[in-house]
């Protein structure tokens, strides 16, 4: 009898200890992953936090915190993780009544991407370790692996010949509002520059003369479209390395630059696109649109990308650099007409080794070819 009593006692001891612990236990308690605040390239390692707040006198012996990220997000030492379609991460703390804590947890990109977080899962046992409690936060964040740099070296070249190509067919306008002087008329004046009063006032025909300013932009032109069932990742990928690495270089040097790509943005679902600009911002938001390009998404055929820009008022004022696998002839008329109204142009064709040359000779046109390797 005395032995059923003691059984029945530590019944209703542990049914109400789980009751107690159940309702307490998630009060004031909170938890947080983080990213690092800058973003990081493809191929280095980066930085997470995970922060704990149990804002209450309750110990939590044993508190697991759990939460996942894209694959491409790997932890170097493995430890509490499992990867499968996601990264999952399990640590287990032992947390203190009204205590804080904080840990800096290493991870590598190992590819280019936009990448989030979202929920913070939480469990922990009850005091005779019987029965589990769960509970789930949200935690949101997102973070930018940018592209990897190119190779300099290899860079030089068609940087060179772009830049090359936008200092001798610079188009120079004259500005109103910068008055240089007055001159005598010459056949070749157009008539509203004659200065009426000063001809009048010296029995000859006379001309104002202003300053002139430079109107000249690079407009990238990204072809990530698989023509066929064939997948050619690799070779996209570096081109949009290589339209981030050239954006880079020419706004270094002043250059506005923008961007036209058929790649849709993996938020928005639209092509990304990028009018002409220069400074930081204009930095930040080109590596943002390029980093969020999802390849997975079907692409716009590039001759519509083409179609829309010659609408554009501003052709004669760009040097455009196509940057494309693809040599179809469509594609290539497409861009050799939208040079039509003035503008300059390079073409770098992004191969493998053991592929074809197929673009003909434009003289309008700079040709590169850029290797990549498989």
């Given at each position: 009898?005395?032995?059923?009593?003691?059984v029945i006692g530590a019944l209703?001891?542990?049914?109400?200890?789980?009751?107690?612990?159940?309702?307490?236990?998630?009060?004031?308690?909170?938890?947080?992953?983080?990213?690092?605040?800058?973003?990081?390239?493809?191929?280095?390692?980066?930085?997470?936090?995970?922060?704990?707040?149990?804002?209450?006198?309750?110990?939590?012996?044993?508190?697991?915190?759990?939460?996942?990220?894209?694959?491409?997000?790997?932890?170097?030492?493995?430890?509490?993780?499992?990867?499968?379609?996601?990264?999952?991460?399990?640590?287990?703390?032992?947390?203190?009544?009204?205590?804080?804590?904080?840990?800096?947890?290493?991870?590598?990109?190992?590819?280019?991407?936009?990448?989030?977080?979202?929920?913070?899962?939480?469990?922990?046992?009850?005091?005779?370790?019987?029965?589990?409690?769960?509970?789930?936060?949200?935690?949101?964040?997102?973070?930018?692996?940018?592209?990897?740099?190119?190779?300099?070296?290899?860079?030089?070249?068609?940087?060179?010949?772009?830049?090359?190509?936008?200092?001798?067919?610079?188009?120079?306008?004259?500005?109103?509002?910068?008055?240089?002087?007055?001159?005598?008329?010459?056949?070749?004046?157009?008539?509203?520059?004659?200065?009426?009063?000063?001809?009048?006032?010296?029995?000859?025909?006379?001309?104002?003369?202003?300053?002139?300013?430079?109107?000249?932009?690079?407009?990238?032109?990204?072809?990530?479209?698989?023509?066929?069932?064939?997948?050619?990742?690799?070779?996209h990928e570096e081109g949009i390395?290589?339209?981030?690495?050239?954006?880079?270089?020419?706004?270094?040097?002043?250059?506005?630059?923008?961007?036209?790509?058929?790649?849709?943005?993996?938020?928005?679902?639209?092509?990304?696109?990028?009018?002409?600009?220069?400074?930081?911002?204009?930095?930040?938001?080109?590596?943002?649109?390029?980093?969020?390009?999802?390849?997975?998404?079907?692409?716009?055929?590039?001759?519509?990308?083409?179609?829309?820009?010659?609408?554009?008022?501003?052709?004669?004022?760009?040097?455009?650099?196509?940057?494309?696998?693809?040599?179809?002839?469509?594609?290539?008329?497409?861009?050799?007409?939208?040079?039509?109204?003035?503008?300059?142009?390079?073409?770098?064709?992004?191969?493998?080794?053991?592929?074809?040359?197929?673009?003909?000779?434009?003289?309008?046109v700079t040709m590169i070819r850029?290797?990549?390797?498989?």
């Amino acid at each position: 009898m005395v032995i059923i009593v003691i059984v029945i006692g530590a019944l209703v001891m542990n049914y109400a200890l789980v009751k107690i612990y159940g309702h307490l236990w998630g009060k004031n308690l909170d938890a947080q992953v983080e990213f690092q605040k800058e973003p990081s390239l493809e191929g280095r390692d980066a930085m997470l936090t995970e922060t704990i707040y149990n804002r209450k006198w309750l110990f939590l012996p044993v508190l697991q915190v759990g939460f996942q990220m894209h694959r491409n997000l790997w932890f170097a030492d493995g430890e509490n993780t499992s990867v499968s379609d996601q990264c999952y991460k399990r640590d287990i703390f032992s947390v203190g009544g009204y205590q804080k804590i904080t840990r800096t947890i290493p991870f590598h990109c190992s590819k280019r991407g936009y990448y989030e977080l979202s929920q913070v899962e939480l469990v922990t046992r009850s005091p005779l370790m019987n029965k589990k409690f769960y509970k789930t936060l949200e935690s949101p964040d997102h973070f930018y692996v940018y592209p990897r740099m190119v190779d300099d070296t290899k860079l030089e070249i068609p940087f060179q010949k772009i830049m090359g190509s936008v200092l001798s067919h610079k188009n120079l306008y004259e500005d109103p509002f910068e008055f240089r002087g007055i001159r005598e008329y010459q056949p070749t004046d157009p008539m509203h520059k004659i200065n009426w009063k000063v001809s009048a006032r010296t029995d000859q025909w006379m001309v104002n003369l202003y300053d002139s300013t430079s109107a000249q932009e690079v407009m990238i032109l990204l072809d990530v479209e698989d023509e066929t069932i064939w997948k050619f990742d690799e070779i996209h990928e570096e081109g949009i390395r290589l339209a981030a690495a050239l954006a880079s270089r020419l706004l270094q040097q002043g250059v506005p630059v923008g961007i036209r790509t058929n790649g849709r943005d993996l938020k928005s679902d639209e092509c990304f696109s990028l009018n002409g600009g220069t400074g930081p911002q204009q930095v930040r938001s080109l590596y943002e649109g390029l980093t969020r390009l999802d390849l997975t998404k079907k692409a716009e055929h590039m001759e519509v990308i083409l179609d829309r820009l010659r609408e554009e008022k501003e052709n004669g004022n760009r040097t455009y650099v196509m940057i494309s696998k693809n040599q179809r002839e469509s594609c290539y008329e497409g861009f050799d007409s939208l040079l039509q109204d003035g503008g300059t142009g390079a073409w770098i064709a992004t191969l493998y080794d053991d592929m074809e040359w197929k673009l003909p000779e434009n003289r309008k046109v700079t040709m590169i070819r850029w290797e990549v390797a498989k």
